[in-house]
């Protein structure tokens, strides 16, 4: 049996952990399903090849075909529509011929853009400082949406402080996250 994610709120230094997680099992430390976990590793070589980093797959299905949304990232200068394009045919043809994907499919492909989602603790580190919303898999403390400001990474856990309450998140527990824009 795996470990249970464990959900911490701290307030003078006194932890408090979550009985509310019934049974999840959290490792390895990602956000991603398998399937999801197997087609970042077939696409992100081909991301990198074009100069580009894969930020994030999102698929799901939707009506009688599936999407998969892939998010990718170039620095400096951000994406381009040819990078989009690039990228597009490229990981087309591998998913064409990988057969990973049952049926029709919906490629799209896209840059995370100024509210982008997160989803490895690296992307979590590299805006540390920044607001954020996220969305847990399961209710903590009675909720499931948070927002604060990112203040650190502690080992596998996302640290967000909402007001005066700080929060340890652990990766592996957080369904959906983004940055939320700021501007003066």
Not at 13 to 42: A, R
Not at 130 to 159: A, C, M, P, Q
Request: charged share 25%.
């Amino acid at each position: 049996m795996g470990l249970w994610p464990i959900f911490y709120f701290r307030e003078n230094l006194i932890e408090f952990g979550s009985t509310e997680l019934h049974g999840m099992e959290c490792g390895p430390v990602t956000q991603m399903n398998p399937k999801t976990q197997q087609l970042w590793q077939l696409i992100e070589p081909a991301v990198q090849a074009l100069g580009c980093e894969l930020w994030g797959i999102e698929d799901g299905v939707h009506s009688k075909s599936a999407r998969l949304r892939i998010y990718i990232d170039r620095q400096p200068g951000g994406v381009t529509i040819e990078d989009c394009e690039r990228v597009s045919r490229q990981v087309g043809a591998l998913l064409d011929v990988s057969e990973m994907i049952d049926g029709q499919y919906h490629l799209e492909i896209s840059s995370p853009g100024l509210d982008r989602p997160l989803y490895t603790l690296e992307q979590y580190r590299r805006f540390i400082g920044s607001r954020v919303k996220i969305r847990l898999r399961t209710l903590f403390e009675g909720r499931r949406n948070f927002d604060g400001r990112l203040t650190g990474i502690e080992g596998e856990d996302v640290v967000l402080m909402m007001g005066e309450h700080e929060y340890l998140l652990p990766l592996c527990a957080i369904d959906k996250a983004h940055i939320v824009p700021e501007f003066d």
